[in-house]
């Protein structure tokens, strides 16, 4: 795979926000270049696209049901295995509808008063407190951590959160810093800038938003949201140990296999 920057970016025609997570530093090493690939959705990718991502063996879509009927199913590199682990990313059709309805005092109404950054919180916190949404991840993770997957992809649609909290999962549990891992989050927004101020820019001039600002909280990475995460395993689990033990049924076995799989030493 061929990567555009420092940070494992793949310029791709069809979707923006796809990157591998290889020489990221965790405990003992860094994580393996090819082998963990993080996504927003691959609905529109190209011929050409497909191409790069050839060596992909497995595709994780966090996607719910709406959102594939809503935007077209994944387009698979040839032989590419399709895993379905949807997880709730919100009252996603209400934004929806709202945004598409015109109705600006409506929309100040849903998104106004940082009722959108407060809603991003909860979806956060849902990640980890809902046990359903638990069990998806849980899933992800065994499949991280079979060599035989890989090298693997996972993404949602925009790719940023249910997207940014698996890839916190891997890191935390391999060991990575903090820094690392917020770093890693918030790069979402580096690129998705460009794309999201054309979005904005229609909305406004198109009358369907009075004010199209309301939506960047939606639209953005913040750390509080990430901290929120986090903020959750602790208060449910007391450590992200546990977390993973107790909440994802990943044991020190489990948790070996994923260090084999992905960290390279020296």
């Keep these: ?23 990221l530093p965790v405990a003992g090493g860094t994580v393996a270049p090819g082998r963990l690939l993080r996504a927003d959705a691959l609905d529109k990718l190209t011929g050409a696209d497909l191409s790069a991502l050839a060596p992909v063996r497995t595709v994780v879509d966090f996607r719910t049901p709406h959102e594939i009927t809503t935007n077209g199913a ?37 998104f106004g008063g940082g009722r959108t950054a407060e809603a991003l919180i909860r979806i956060n916190r849902d990640f980890v407190a809902e046990p359903g949404e638990r069990a998806q991840f849980a899933a992800a993770l065994r499949l991280v951590a079979d060599a035989g ?15 940014g909290w698996m890839a916190a999962i891997v890191l935390t549990a391999l060991g990575a810093s903090p820094d690392t891992i917020m770093a890693d989050y918030l790069r979402s927004n580096d690129y998705h800038r460009e794309s999201y101020a054309k979005l904005l820019g229609h909305l406004g001039e198109s009358g369907l938003m009075k004010d199209p600002e309301l939506l960047r909280p939606l639209l953005e990475q913040r750390p509080e949201y990430l901290e929120a995460a986090f903020d959750e395993v602790t208060a449910r689990f007391g450590t992200f140990d546990a ?5 994802l049924a990943a044991d020190g076995a489990a948790l070996a296999r ?6 390279v030493t020296g």
Excluded: W
């Design 258 to 263: 994923l260090r084999d799989a992905l960290v």
């Design 243 to 247: 977390y993973l033990a107790d909440g």
């Design 74 to 110: 994944d387009r698979l590199p040839e032989g590419a295995r399709y895993v379905d682990l949807p997880v709730g990313g919100g009252s996603l059709e209400l934004f929806y509808e709202v945004i598409g309805s015109g109705d600006h005092a409506r929309q100040q109404e849903v």
């Design 149 to 163: 997957s890989l090298p693997l992809l996972f993404h949602c649609t925009a790719g940023k959160d249910r997207t």
């Design 1 to 23: 795979m061929q990567f555009d920057d420092e940070h494992g970016h793949i310029r791709l025609d069809g979707a923006e926000n796809v990157r591998d997570l290889g020489g």
